[in-house]
T-cell receptor, first 110, second 115 residues
Framework: EDQVTQSPEALRLQEGESSSLNCSYTVSGLRGLFWYRQDPGKGPEFLFT???AGEEKEKERLKATLTKKESFLHITAPKPEDSATYLC???????????FGTGTRLKVLA | DTGVSQDPRHKITKRGQNVTFRCDPI?????LYWYRQTLGQGPEFLTYFQNEAQLEKSRLLSDRFSAERPKGSFSTLEIQRTEQGDSAMYLC?????????????FGPGTRLLVL
């Protein structure tokens, strides 16, 4: 069965302290891997879609990478406004169902 | 582009009552999804529409849940005979349906509390 595991569950960083969030997945025929940011009480905000191993995408201080088994979301020199929960999801072939992980709660301290 | 909108944003109801939520997707998006999210969890897939056709539905979805998208634009999600376990955030998302584009955009959600 398709599954997504995110680690760590929570992460506290000092402003400017770079780090990476992990998303491990098992899926039958990866159709896409997706990263979202979610602020408390709000809907997830789309960040990136990755389709094949080796693919990388960047947006401001965020960079997402993909291998055949996992994806990383690298945060470079984070700021307090980057504090949020970061969600990873996958979609397998033959389905429109997106499977989400439980997220990583990131707190960036000034 | 005004984004995905959902109504109401909050709903409090008593156990046993029926509730209905509305979702308006991004215009010209032909794919629409419903999810449920509880505290500390990621969104859980409920159902998927392509235009007006409901093409996929979670096996976990109780018979008390039903969704429609009658004209391929807005969608409604109805929960009959609500239970306390139905308390959650109900999220709607849409995507364009263009070939090779699977980016999904979420609405702000409807928070349901069943007393």
């Amino acid at each position: 069965e398709d599954q997504v595991t995110q680690s760590p569950e929570a992460l506290r960083l000092q402003e400017g302290e770079s780090s990476s969030l992990n998303c491990s997945y098992t899926v039958s025929g990866l159709r896409g891997l997706f990263w979202y940011r979610q602020d408390p009480g709000k809907g997830p905000e789309f960040l990136f879609t990755l389709y094949s191993a080796g693919e990388e995408k960047e947006k401001e201080r965020l960079k997402a990478t993909l291998t055949k088994k996992e994806s990383f979301l690298h945060i470079t020199a984070p700021k307090p406004e980057d504090s949020a929960t970061y969600l990873c999801a996958v979609r397998g072939s033959g389905t429109y169902k997106y499977i989400f992980g439980t997220g990583t709660r990131l707190k960036v301290l000034a | 582009d005004t984004g995905v909108s959902q109504d109401p944003r909050h709903k409090i109801t008593k156990r046993g009552q029926n509730v209905t939520f509305r979702c308006d997707p991004i215009s010209e998006h032909n794919r629409l999804y419903w999810y449920r999210q509880t505290l500390g969890q990621g969104p859980e897939f409920l159902t998927y529409f392509q235009n007006e056709a409901q093409l996929e539905k979670s096996r976990l979805l109780s018979d008390r849940f039903s969704a429609e998208r009658p004209k391929g634009s807005f969608s409604t999600l109805e929960i009959q005979r609500t239970e306390q376990g139905d308390s959650a955030m109900y999220l709607c998302a849409s995507s364009s349906g263009l070939a090779g584009v699977d980016d999904q955009y979420f609405g702000p959600g409807t928070r349901l509390l069943v007393l």
